[in-house]
């Protein structure tokens, strides 16, 4: 069985940073796509950023781009979400999820379905 768990997460005023980790135990396929993604009240659920634990396969959301940068650890086992320039915008509840995957390229659809999820870890950003 898959898990995911997210940590990271807080409070930080605007213009301020934030690392979110996701560690994953129980892989059995031999790669994945995982990705993270965001939920605030009343708005649908965005993916912000994922990236191909074979390497490559780096995608990000535009309202993400040149601020957040997604990485994983020499094991594929943590996969990291660098925040930077934060603004009121991102205060959500951010969520890392796993798909198995057979090539990067996989990593880029918006209709691919991620099986493991994560509980979740609360970004508020304050302005």
């Known amino acids: 069985q898959v898990h995911m768990v997210e940590s990271g997460g807080g409070s930080v005023q605007a213009g301020g940073s934030l690392t979110l980790s996701c560690a994953a135990s129980?892989?059995?396929?031999?790669?994945?796509?995982v990705g993270w993604f965001r939920q605030a009240p009343g708005k649908e659920r965005e993916r912000v950023a994922a990236i191909y634990t074979g390497g490559g396969g780096i995608y990000y959301a535009d309202s993400v781009k040149g601020r957040f940068t997604i990485s994983q650890d020499n094991a594929k086992i943590t996969v990291y979400l660098q925040m930077n320039s934060l603004s009121s915008e991102d205060t959500a509840m951010y969520y890392c999820?796993?798909?198995?995957?057979?090539?990067?390229?996989?990593?880029?659809?918006?209709?691919?379905?991620?099986?493991?999820w994560g509980h979740g870890t609360q970004v508020t950003v304050s302005s």
């Open positions: 999820a796993a798909a198995p995957a057979s090539s990067d390229s996989w990593c880029y659809s918006q209709t691919l379905e991620y099986n493991y």
């Open positions: 129980g892989y059995t396929y031999r790669n994945y796509c």
